[in-house]
């Protein structure tokens, strides 16, 4: 089976860095991809790790090495607009093109 | 970029009744979607994968005779969730998927939120 471990909550204040981590157990997967989702909304696409290292768009980054089943997505210049949920989420080899989930960081942003 | 619809974004139900959501790509083709489910603060749980054409693949846990899924084209799968009960009240996401390979992206609906009375 596939698991993807995160932390439940992360909180900071406005303009600072955050980094939210996601481990995994899988047998294989086509990479790591996170979502942002605000209360009430759907799943938005932020970034998409096929190969190891790290990936920049804008004030998101994301990183993966996947010689230690590890990833993490870094937020900087934290903006109010940033409070959500993010959730990491691995596509199974498989012919089903599923994404699995994980169980999502509520990201709170204070002034 | 891709959008995806769905319709409708709110609904109210008795208990008993049947619902249908329905999910669209509106500028692409979709040769599968999925649906989801999402109860407050929880992850995203796959019910089912939706292949255009033939029979969904529902995933383990998920009945599908209750939760019933027709995928009949290119830009259009439906959910009918059958005799709907208060504890099917939820979000439901819908996603469809383009490209191939380490390409592949997919998109998601706006949600419909559901509530039975």
């Known amino acids: 089976g596939q698991s993807l471990e995160q932390p439940s909550e992360v909180t900071a204040v406005e303009g600072a860095i955050v980094q939210i981590n996601c481990t995994y157990q899988?047998?294989?997967?086509?990479?790591l991809s996170w979502y942002q989702q605000h209360d009430g909304g759907a799943p938005t696409f932020l970034s998409y790790?096929?190969?190891?290292g790290l990936e920049e768009t804008g004030r998101f980054s994301s990183f993966l090495s996947r010689s230690d089943s590890y990833g993490y997505l870094l937020l900087q210049e934290l903006q109010m607009k940033d409070s959500a949920s993010y959730f990491c989420?691995?596509?199974?080899?498989?012919?089903?093109?599923?994404?699995?989930f994980g169980s999502g960081t509520r990201l709170l942003v204070r002034p | 970029g891709a959008v995806v619809s769905q319709h409708p974004s709110w609904v109210i139900c008795k208990s008993g009744t049947s619902v249908k959501i329905e999910c669209r790509s509106l500028d692409f083709q979709a040769t599968t979607m999925f649906w989801y489910r999402q109860f407050p603060k929880q992850s995203l749980m796959l019910m089912a994968t939706?292949?255009?054409?033939?029979?969904?693949?529902?995933e383990q846990g998920v009945e599908k005779d209750k939760f019933l899924i027709n995928h009949a084209s290119l830009t259009l799968s439906t959910l009918t969730v059958t005799s709907a009960h208060p504890e099917d009240s939820s979000f439901y996401i819908c996603?469809?998927?383009?490209?191939?390979?380490?390409?592949?992206?997919?998109?998601f609906g706006p949600g419909t939120r559901l509530l039975v009375l």
């Open positions: 899988t047998s294989g997967f086509y990479g």
């Open positions: 996603s469809a998927r383009t490209g191939a390979g380490y390409q592949e992206t997919q998109y």
């Open positions: 989420a691995v596509r199974a080899m498989d012919s089903s093109y599923k994404l699995i």
């Open positions: 790790n096929a190969l190891d």
């Open positions: 939706s292949n255009e054409g033939s029979k969904a693949t529902y």
